[in-house]
Nanobody, 127 residues
Framework: QVQLVESGGGSVPPGGSLKLSCVGLGYTDDRICMAWFRQVPGKEREGVAQIDSSGISGLADSVKGRFSVSRGDAQNILVLQLDDLEPDDTGVYYC?????????????????????WGQGTQVTVSS
């Protein structure tokens, strides 16, 4: 059973930055997809970023130019750098993973891809 452990998050003013990290434990296959989703009460969960073991990655249009997604020092570590944060970025951010998994170029960030989910970490952007 894969477990996802998230860290980071917090409260910052508009224009601020945060870094979210997620470590996946228990993978039995090295073909791994990992992603970040976010949810605000009353709204549908939204895919923010994803990346697979080969390096194929994608960002939601709403965060392009402000967020970046990458692997950490190992394939089971996912990092989301959030810069130039806006109040609309506020929400609970969830790490998600799937394995075995490979992404196609331009793949949609959809929760249908992901089987494993973290507990979520709160990001609040407010002055």
């Amino acid at each position: 059973q894969v477990q996802l452990v998230e860290s980071g998050g917090g409260s910052v003013p508009p224009g601020g930055s945060l870094k979210l990290s997620c470590v996946g434990l228990g993978y039995t296959d090295d073909r791994i997809c990992m992603a970040w989703f976010r949810q605000v009460p009353g709204k549908e969960r939204e895919g923010v970023a994803q990346i697979d073991s080969s390096g194929i990655s994608g960002l939601a249009d709403s965060v392009k130019g402000r967020f970046s997604v990458s692997r950490g020092d190992a394939q089971n570590i996912l990092v989301l750098q959030l810069d130039d944060l806006e109040p609309d970025d506020t929400g609970v951010y969830y790490c998600a993973a799937a394995s075995p998994c490979q992404l196609g170029d331009g793949a949609w960030i959809t929760d249908r891809t992901y089987k494993y989910w973290g507990q979520g970490t709160q990001v609040t952007v407010s002055s």
